[in-house]
């Protein structure tokens, strides 16, 4: 069958990367141009973010170092004040936390590619509104061509239906039905109308650009393998995984043994009134320190952020699944369409041969103008429904470039 030559063209392609072939407006490197300037700013904004938050974390083992300078005054002695000056550097840093300096640099690392990885979920999402609003807005349009075709034929039809009441060889009941679907048709023409207006408006909200004058994306379906390793729900929940595993490893660090260093380094005044030679105004201090702490949760506490690195293990699993379901459902959505599209193809070839025929019977004074007018709007709209439901497979595609990284 048709339909089945279609699904093994489909296989033949599979192992290549989703691509977009599209015309002036909408490269495969431009799509993400579709959003507006604010849109691409936020996103922009929030990377950076992501950024500098994630650099300050990998750091945050590091304390600060304190600069100090004071200036002391004292009345205490009779006839005079006394002032004195001092500044010093004081640092109190830990170098070992049983592992937990090394795990926490690696948790940083990890959370930072997970939140890029939810704003890369954002961004794609918006990016795919963008084009399923502009492949909806073509669609309306050529189910508009398709409507106008079919209350043509609805005219005629009354024409025809009319013609035969008036003659007494039709009951009113015929014509009746006739007005009714025309009216029927020209409702359903306004409602697309006003799906129109409703798609032009949230294009504007995510888009400055104009969706008359963009040409649509060429969508081709990628492969099972890279579907799944692109996938960026999947590296998400992967990378969170990988962060709890190191927030659990973290928590189990900060109760064992600590080793820190002290440091101060002091320059300033000494008191005239005190004076000793074995006391100088420029000198360090220093020491090293061990704790262990004690608390009564620390069991619990290293066995719930076990459990929370468990359900985001599991978790992952799920997402595994999930993903190669939803692999399973495009595939079997497409060739669903592909019949369709067969179908339509079919009757186009059907449709093609009676208007020859039609036309023929016309010339001949066997047939009349209306019935092969009747017979090429027939025509025309089984081409557009080709049309159409190869946007269906488009919609159908884009379901899964939305969900993937980068892959244009």
Same mark, same amino acid.
């Given at each position: 069958?048709?339909?089945?030559?279609?699904?093994?063209?489909?296989?033949?392609?599979? %192992?290549?990367?989703?691509?977009?072939?599209?015309?002036?407006?909408?490269?495969? =490197?431009?799509?993400?141009?579709?959003?507006?300037?604010? /849109?691409?700013?936020?996103?922009?904004?929030?990377?950076?973010?992501?950024?500098?938050?994630?650099?300050?974390?990998?750091?945050?083992?590091?304390?600060?170092?304190?600069?100090?300078?004071?200036?002391?005054?004292?009345?205490?002695?009779?006839?005079?004040?006394?002032?004195? %000056?001092?500044?010093?550097?004081?640092?109190?840093?830990?170098?070992?936390?049983?592992?937990?300096?090394?795990?926490?640099?690696?948790?940083?690392?990890?959370?930072?590619?997970?939140? +890029?990885?939810?704003?890369?979920?954002?961004? !794609?999402?918006?990016?795919?509104?963008?084009? $399923?609003?502009?492949?909806?807005?073509?669609?309306?349009?050529?189910?508009?061509?398709?409507?106008?075709?079919?209350?043509?034929?609805?005219?005629?039809?009354?024409?025809?239906?009319?013609?035969?009441?008036? +003659?007494?060889?039709?009951? %009113?009941?015929?014509?009746?039905?006739?007005?009714?679907?025309?009216? !029927? =048709?020209?409702?359903?023409?306004?409602?697309?109308?006003?799906?129109?207006?409703?798609?032009?408006?949230?294009?504007?909200?995510?888009?400055?650009?104009?969706? =008359?004058?963009?040409?649509?994306?060429?969508?081709?379906?990628?492969?099972?393998?890279?579907?799944?390793?692109?996938?960026?729900?999947?590296?998400?929940?992967?990378?969170? +995984?990988?962060?709890?595993?190191?927030?659990?490893?973290?928590?189990? +660090?900060?109760?064992?043994?600590?080793?820190?260093?002290?440091?101060?380094?002091?320059?300033?005044?000494?008191?005239?009134?005190?004076?000793?030679?074995?006391?100088?105004?420029?000198?360090?201090?220093?020491?090293?320190?061990?704790?262990?702490?004690? $608390?009564?949760?620390?069991?619990?506490?290293?066995?719930? %952020? /076990?459990?929370?690195?468990?359900?985001?293990?599991?978790?992952?699993?799920?997402?595994?699944?999930?993903?190669?379901?939803?692999?399973?459902?495009?595939?079997?959505?497409?060739?669903?369409? $592909?019949?369709?599209?067969?179908?339509?193809?079919?009757?186009?070839?059907?449709?093609?041969?009676?208007?020859?025929?039609?036309? $023929?019977?016309?010339?001949?004074?066997?047939?009349?103008?209306?019935?092969?007018?009747?017979?090429?709007?027939?025509?025309?709209?089984?081409?557009?429904?080709?049309?159409?439901?190869?946007? =269906?497979?488009?919609?159908?595609?884009?379901?899964?470039?939305? /969900?993937?990284?980068?892959?244009?």
């Amino acid at each position: 069958m048709k339909g089945s030559r279609d699904l093994k063209k489909h296989s033949i392609v599979s %192992s290549l990367l989703l691509v977009a072939t599209v015309g002036t407006m909408l490269h495969s =490197d431009e799509l993400a141009q579709l959003l507006s300037k604010e /849109k691409q700013d936020i996103f922009r904004y929030q990377e950076s973010s992501n950024t500098l938050q994630s650099d300050m974390l990998q750091r945050s083992w590091i304390q600060p170092i304190r600069l100090q300078y004071r200036k002391n005054y004292t009345t205490q002695f009779v006839g005079d004040t006394i002032n004195t %000056s001092n500044y010093s550097i004081m640092i109190d840093q830990p170098i070992f936390k049983s592992g937990g300096i090394f795990y926490s640099i690696k948790y940083a690392d990890a959370l930072r590619g997970a939140n +890029a990885t939810q704003i890369q979920i954002r961004k !794609r999402e918006m990016i795919g509104n963008a084009v $399923n609003i502009l492949y909806n807005f073509k669609k309306i349009k050529l189910q508009q061509e398709k409507l106008r075709l079919l209350i043509k034929n609805d005219e005629i039809d009354i024409k025809l239906k009319s013609d035969s009441y008036e +003659a007494g060889i039709l009951d %009113s009941s015929f014509l009746d039905q006739a007005i009714i679907k025309r009216n !029927r =048709d020209e409702t359903d023409l306004l409602v697309l109308e006003l799906q129109l207006e409703k798609f032009k408006s949230d294009f504007a909200f995510l888009s400055d650009k104009d969706p =008359d004058r963009l040409k649509l994306p060429n969508l081709k379906l990628i492969g099972e393998k890279e579907y799944k390793d692109e996938h960026l729900a999947l590296k998400g929940d992967k990378l969170i +995984a990988k962060e709890k595993g190191y927030l659990s490893k973290m928590t189990w +660090a900060k109760y064992l043994p600590e080793l820190s260093v002290q440091g101060q380094y002091i320059k300033g005044d000494l008191n005239p009134l005190f004076a000793n030679p074995n006391l100088r105004d420029e000198y360090t201090n220093y020491s090293v320190t061990v704790s262990v702490p004690i $608390n009564i949760n620390s069991l619990t506490d290293v066995e719930a %952020s /076990k459990v929370a690195y468990m359900e985001a293990s599991t978790q992952v699993i799920d997402q595994k699944k999930r993903v190669g379901l939803e692999y399973q459902t495009t595939l079997n959505n497409l060739r669903i369409i $592909n019949k369709k599209i067969a179908l339509d193809h079919k009757d186009e070839k059907l449709y093609q041969r009676l208007y020859s025929v039609t036309k $023929n019977l016309e010339i001949a004074g066997e047939k009349t103008s209306y019935e092969t007018e009747l017979m090429h709007n027939s025509l025309m709209t089984k081409k557009l429904d080709q049309q159409i439901h190869k946007i =269906d497979k488009q919609l159908q595609l884009l379901s899964l470039y939305i /969900k993937v990284n980068d892959v244009f």
